[in-house]
C-alpha cells in the first residue's frame, strides 16, 4: 500500500471518529423549497399559484394567433357565417409582390425612425433641464406631462382643428410665414404634421422615464469629472448617458412596440391621404379587413407586423443582457 493511500485511510478514519464524537461539520437537511422543488421537478409553490393565471393568458394569446395563421393561408367568407376556404400561399405571393403594400412598409419604417429619433433628443433635452431646476419643477413637469394623459385620438382632432386652412391657428400661423398650401393636403406636410402630433404627445414620456434614470447618476462622479476639467457636455457624454443607458433601452422599446401599431391620430387627420403619403402598415391593414373585408390578406399583414415587433423587441432585449453582462 502506497503512503498516499494510507493517508487518505487515516484521514477518512479520523472523520469518522469526529463525526461519531459529534464534532465537525454536521450534514444539513434540505429546505422545505428545496424539497418541494426537487418532488415538482423545479416548479416552485409561487410557480404552482401563478400557473392557472399564465395558462390562462397564453391560450387567450395562443387561440387568436392560431387563428390568424389559419386565415393567412385561407379565402374568409362572412356570409353565412365564418367560412376558411384554404388557398396556400396565394395570399403571401400577394402580399410580397404588392407593391404599394411595400410602400407602406418604407412609410412605416420612415415614420418609425423620426418620431423616435426626435422623441428622443427632445426627451432627454427636458429631462436634463429639469433635472438641473432647483425651483419650480413641480408646476412645470405636470404641464410637460399633460400631452400624455390626452388620447390619441383627441390629439388627432385638436392637431386636424389647429391645421384648417381656414381657421386653423397654426394653419394661420403658416400661412404668415409664407406656406399658403393645405397642410393635410400636401403629402409631405402631411406627412410631417402627423409625425409632429405623435412626437408632442410621446415626448413627455422619454421625458418622464429618462429624468428617473437622471435622478441616479452619482453627483461625486460628476464632481470628480468637474475637478478634472471636464465640461458640461463631456460630462454628459461620458458618463450621465452611458449611466442612463438602460433606461434609455427601456424608453425606446416601450415607444418602439407603439410606434409599430400608430394608427389613431392618422385615422383621424388624413386617414392615410393625400395620395397615400401617410398610409402606414396599420392603415393598411384597417383598410384590407374592415373596409375590402379581405380578412385573409390582413392577417398576412398582420402577422408580418407581428414578426416586426418581435423583432424589434428581441433587439431591445439583447442590448439590455448585453449591458447587464458587462
Do not use: C
Request: no cysteine; net charge neutral; hydrophobic share 55%.
Amino acid at each position: 500500500m502506497s503512503a498516499d493511500q494510507t493517508a487518505d485511510q487515516n484521514t477518512a478514519a479520523r472523520s469518522r471518529d469526529a463525526g461519531d464524537a459529534g464534532i465537525g461539520p454536521t450534514p444539513v437537511a434540505p429546505s422545505a423549497r428545496q424539497h418541494d422543488r426537487g418532488r415538482t421537478g423545479g416548479i416552485t409553490f409561487t410557480g404552482w399559484m401563478m400557473s392557472p393565471g399564465v395558462a390562462l393568458l397564453g391560450l387567450l394569446s395562443l387561440i387568436p394567433l392560431v387563428m390568424l395563421i389559419m386565415m393567412s393561408f385561407s379565402r374568409v367568407r362572412l356570409l353565412g357565417g365564418l367560412q376558411l376556404e384554404f388557398v396556400g400561399l396565394d395570399n403571401w405571393i400577394r402580399a410580397f409582390s404588392d407593391v404599394e403594400l411595400w410602400k407602406s412598409w418604407v412609410l412605416t419604417i420612415g415614420f418609425f425612425v423620426s418620431t423616435l429619433g426626435v422623441e428622443l433628443v427632445l426627451g432627454i433635452a427636458i429631462a436634463v433641464v429639469l433635472n438641473r431646476l432647483t425651483r419650480g419643477r413641480g408646476l412645470l413637469l405636470p404641464l410637460i406631462l399633460l400631452p400624455m394623459f390626452v388620447a390619441p385620438s383627441i390629439v388627432g382632432l385638436l392637431g386636424r382643428y389647429m391645421l384648417d386652412p381656414t381657421f386653423g391657428l397654426y394653419a394661420n400661423l403658416l400661412q404668415g410665414l409664407g406656406f399658403e398650401q393645405d397642410v393635410l393636403g400636401n403629402p409631405v406636410s402631411a406627412f410631417v404634421a402627423v409625425t409632429l402630433m405623435d412626437v408632442w404627445e410621446w415626448t413627455p414620456l422619454i421625458a418622464l422615464i429618462t429624468l428617473a434614470g437622471l435622478s441616479g447618476v452619482n453627483p461625486s462622479v460628476l464632481e470628480a469629472a468637474s475637478i478634472d476639467g471636464a465640461d458640461e457636455w463631456k460630462k454628459f457624454w461620458n458618463i450621465v448617458l452611458p449611466s442612463i443607458k438602460p433606461i434609455l433601452l427601456v424608453a425606446i422599446l416601450i415607444r418602439s412596440m407603439d410606434a409599430v401599431r400608430y394608427f389613431d391620430i392618422i385615422s383621424v387627420t388624413t386617414n392615410g391621404g393625400p395620395a397615400d403619403a401617410t398610409k402606414i402598415i396599420p392603415v393598411r391593414l384597417y383598410e384590407a379587413a374592415f373596409r375590402f373585408f379581405d380578412l385573409g390578406y390582413a392577417a398576412v399583414i398582420g402577422i408580418m407586423m407581428l414578426a416586426l415587433t418581435i423583432m424589434i423587441a428581441r433587439l431591445f432585449v439583447g442590448l439590455l443582457s448585453e449591458k447587464e453582462t458587462h
